[in-house]
């Protein structure tokens, strides 16, 4: 945890940088956003992986089935790169672009929950003795 101060302090530093360079070189403004963003990521992954590992281990001892988690890391997972990709294409300027991916993003995680969803309305039903 005591990596976030950095971060955000480096995050502040790069926004004043970034408020100058954008004004004389909008192509290098967005550039830099974008290697600042891939670094951190790059970084955090040791992080994210264990994050990972205690969700599968938590869904372990509360024997959840992975019929369940799986849909549930990968909506995660797809939520938090289309929010990447939104954000770059925002700094960039790309409105219509980021709307796109959002929208894109939100009909994957539909099409990803669908399985859940089917296995509610089964239970529902059962229940219900329909």
């Keep these: 945890m005591l990596w976030l101060p950095f971060i955000v302090g480096m995050g502040l530093v790069l926004t004043v940088?970034?408020?100058?360079?954008?004004?004389?070189?909008?192509?290098?403004?967005?550039?830099v956003a974008t290697a600042f963003a891939a670094t951190i990521f790059i970084a955090l992954i040791?992080?994210?992986?264990?994050?990972?590992?205690?969700?599968?281990?938590?869904?372990?001892?509360?024997?959840?089935?992975?019929?369940?988690l799986g849909p549930v890391l990968k909506t995660i997972g797809i939520a938090y790169l289309t929010s990447f990709g939104v954000q770059i294409s925002r700094e960039a300027g790309e409105?219509?672009?980021?709307?796109?991916?959002?929208?894109?993003?939100?009909?994957?995680?539909?099409?990803?929950?669908?399985?859940?969803l089917q296995a509610i309305l089964k239970a529902l039903f059962a229940i219900l003795g329909s």
């Design 46 to 68: 040791p992080h994210l992986n264990a994050a990972f590992q205690a969700l599968l281990n938590l869904a372990g001892e509360a024997a959840v089935h992975s019929l369940y």
């Design 17 to 31: 940088f970034q408020a100058h360079l954008r004004e004389e070189h909008p192509q290098w403004a967005v550039l």
């Design 95 to 116: 409105e219509s672009i980021s709307a796109i991916m959002e929208l894109a993003g939100k009909l994957v995680i539909l099409l990803i929950a669908l399985p859940i």
